[in-house]
T-cell receptor, first 113, second 114 residues
């Protein structure tokens, strides 16, 4: 069975400050990890993914995430947050041999001006 | 890039009626599409996996006779909510599998049953 935990329901940061959204996962095999962002009443937009290779993954809109196998984590980061980054962020995982994604509960990010 | 559309974006229907939601892959062919349900401020719950030309695979606890899924072509999957009730009101999102790794999501359909 696979699962994802996003320990923080909300993250609040000031514009220009670093942003981190935490994610830990559990899978029985090699994980495929994803981050998505959702704006109100919209579908999910893909930000980045980790399949294999470098542990630091760079994605859209200046976001990056670091895969840490020993800590089973895949935290999303942005060095300098923008007000427009305010949204709902989902971490997702799937096993290498399964197409089904399991999503975390989501983290609401609020960036204040 | 891969674009997935959904129609309608919003629908209001009366209790007891049926509603059909379409999910289309606009610039690629999708052998597999997924249907999710999302309650306010909650995560996505996978309802079913839709494969072109075959019966959908439903997740545990999802009533297949209530949520009818048809994947008649490589670019279209439909979800029909039959005999809708207020508790079926939700945000329904589809996604299409692209290559081996990624799913691209539609913009979602807000269903309100009165």
């Amino acid at each position: 069975a696979q699962s994802v935990a996003q320990p923080e329901d909300q993250v609040n940061v000031a514009e220009g400050n670093p942003l981190t959204v935490k994610c830990t996962y559990s899978v029985s095999g090699n994980p495929y990890l994803f981050w998505y962002v959702q704006y109100p009443n919209r579908g999910l937009q893909f930000l980045l993914k980790y399949i294999t290779g470098d542990n630091l993954v760079k994605g859209s809109y200046g976001f990056e995430a670091e895969f840490n196998k020993s800590q089973t984590s895949f935290h999303l980061k942005k060095p300098s947050a923008l007000v427009s980054d305010s949204a709902l962020y989902f971490c997702a995982v799937r096993e290498a041999n399964d197409y089904k994604l399991s999503f975390g509960a989501g983290t609401t990010v609020t960036v204040r001006a | 890039g891969a674009v997935v559309s959904q129609h309608p974006s919003r629908v209001i229907c009366k209790s007891g009626t049926s509603v059909k939601i379409e999910c289309r892959s606009l610039d690629f062919q999708a052998t597999t599409m997924f249907w999710y349900r999302q309650f306010p401020k909650q995560s996505l719950m996978l309802m079913a996996t839709s494969n072109e030309g075959s019966k959908a695979t439903y997740e545990q606890g999802v009533e297949k006779d209530k949520f009818l899924i048809n994947h008649a072509s490589l670019t279209l999957s439909t979800l029909t909510v039959t005999s809708a009730h207020p508790e079926d009101s939700s945000f329904y999102i589809c996604s299409a599998r692209v290559l081996a790794y990624e799913q691209y999501f539609g913009p979602g359909t807000r269903l309100t049953v009165t």
